[in-house]
């Protein structure tokens, strides 16, 4: 079983529509990222919550971590194009920084 | 400030042949990771190094992948010999310490496709 579920899997939306990704799971983190990656580059982090009930804004994305610590949201208004990528939900495990766990992911695809 | 730099992009092998990737962390960067992202998942750690000092490979196959970064900068990472399922995407990231916080925040690299025919 994933560490991480991300749901949904695929998304395919109009430019302006409105949309929000699920990151889950059954244990407790203390800090929760989420990173998004465009074809043929690597992920690039978006935003870091460490803290139950959190949210972020970053532009027309909004992120939220539950307030039990083990789920998390990310709300993105009136989508665009550019907004296309593979949005990925990502943890810490282990003594000190651990290693870092990723989700598998939502593929978004936004049509003008 | 330069990225992470990796190379080659892309590389087409046949099973049971060797390959090499090449990593350049960003300048300064201590801790240096090799990732593993098969088509639909999300990457997965093979190994971590702290400065030239493994810190984590429990998740690489030692049987057949192999890394190294020798004087704490550039690193590689090798497979011999390679098979079908190693087709991936192989990702180079790296990060500096952050004091007093359970999280860092790591640039990755662009990545090197592998595919083993």
């Known amino acids: 079983t994933q560490l991480l579920e991300q749901s949904p899997q695929f998304l395919s939306i109009q430019e302006g529509e409105n949309l929000t990704v699920y990151c889950n799971s059954s244990?407790?983190?203390?800090?929760l990222q989420w990173y998004r990656q465009e074809p043929g580059e690597g992920p690039v982090l978006l935003v870091t919550v460490v803290t139950g009930g959190e949210v972020k804004k970053l532009k027309r994305l909004t992120f939220q971590f539950g307030d039990a610590r083990k789920d998390s949201s990310l709300h993105i208004t009136a989508a665009q194009p550019g907004d296309t990528g593979l949005y990925l939900c990502?943890?810490?495990?282990?003594?000190?920084?651990?290693?870092?766990?990723f989700g598998r992911g939502t593929q978004l695809t936004v049509w003008p | 400030e330069a990225g992470v730099a990796q190379s080659p992009r892309y590389k087409i092998i046949e099973k049971r042949q060797s390959v090499a990737f090449w990593c350049n962390p960003i300048s300064g960067h201590a801790t240096l990771y090799w990732y593993q992202q098969i088509l639909g998942q999300g990457p997965k750690l093979l190994i971590q190094f702290q400065n030239n000092g493994v810190v984590d490979d429990s998740q690489l196959p030692k049987d057949r992948f192999s890394a190294e970064r020798l004087k704490g900068v550039d690193s590689t990472l090798k497979i011999q010999p390679a098979k079908l399922e190693d087709s991936a995407v192989y990702l180079c990231?790296?990060?500096?310490?952050?004091?007093?916080?359970?999280?860092?925040?790591?640039?990755f690299g662009p990545g090197t496709r592998l595919t083993v025919l």
């Open positions: 244990s407790v983190f203390s800090s």
């Open positions: 990502a943890v810490y495990r282990g003594s000190t920084l651990g290693r870092l766990y």
């Open positions: 990231a790296s990060s500096s310490k952050m004091s007093g916080v359970s999280y860092n925040e790591q640039f």
